[in-house]
């Protein structure tokens, strides 16, 4: 069984703080990494899809790593915003079909 | 250019009766994939479409099963609901088989709840 996990659960962070969150995957097999941010009442957007070891993706001010050696990805949120308040989720795929295993996901509220 | 639409956005229904949750993928797309969010957990894959047949399935028993059309539109039927189908059902398109490198575009989901 494939397992995604993603720590913390929840964080709430003051504007202005910078915050980082972790997804750890199975290491063997491995295809692609995505990280999806879902805002309450929206669908979920996909931020970043990663498949290489030591890939770092940038979109403003959100970031990511990319370990597929230890099997896990770090999100970073540099100087968070009330509009980055939302669930990020990771997920990865099982095989080339791109079903993806999701984890639970990290719950950001941003206070202003 | 619209996104994933799924209809209806919520719907109610009493236990043992049978729903159909519908998905029109965004343009360009050709493949479908549902899955099934339950409070407090990640989505779930139900299974995929794509050439309008199923390409996988996920671990759902028969009373989920779906259709996809010539245009890439998509339902998802459950039949003999149960208590425990509550959930947000999300519709999520992709140009197979470029989703990994682009990702998957999703809808807002649809809330059923089973009571």
């Given at each position: 069984i494939l397992n995604v996990e993603q720590s913390p659960q929840s964080l709430h962070v003051q504007e202005g703080d910078s915050t980082n969150f972790t997804c750890s995957f199975p290491s063997s097999n491995f295809y692609a990494l995505h990280w999806y941010r879902w805002e309450t009442a929206k669908s979920p957007e996909a931020l970043f899809v990663m498949t290489l070891n030591g890939d770092e993706k940038k979109k403003g001010r959100i970031s990511a790593t990319l370990n597929t050696k230890e099997g896990y990805s770090y999100l970073y949120i540099k100087g968070?915003?009330?509009?980055?308040?939302a669930t990020y989720l990771c997920a990865f795929p099982m095989d080339s079909s791109y079903k993806l295993i999701f984890g639970s996901g990290t719950r950001l509220l941003v206070r202003p | 250019d619209a996104g994933v639409t799924q209809s209806p956005t919520h719907l109610i229904k009493t236990r043992g009766q049978q729903v159909t949750l519908r998905c029109s993928p965004k343009s360009g797309h050709d493949t479908v994939s549902w899955y099934q969010q339950a409070l407090g957990q990640g989505p779930q894959f139900i299974f995929q479409y794509y050439e309008e047949e199923e390409r996988q399935r996920g671990n759902f028993p028969d009373r989920f099963s779906g259709h996809q059309f010539p245009n890439y539109s998509s339902e998802l039927n459950v039949n003999a609901l149960l208590l425990g189908d509550s959930a947000l059902y999300l519709c999520a398109s992709s140009l197979w088989p470029s989703t990994g490198t682009y990702g998957y575009t999703f809808g807002s989901g649809t809330r059923l709840t089973v009571v």
């Open positions: 968070s915003q009330p509009e980055d308040s | -």
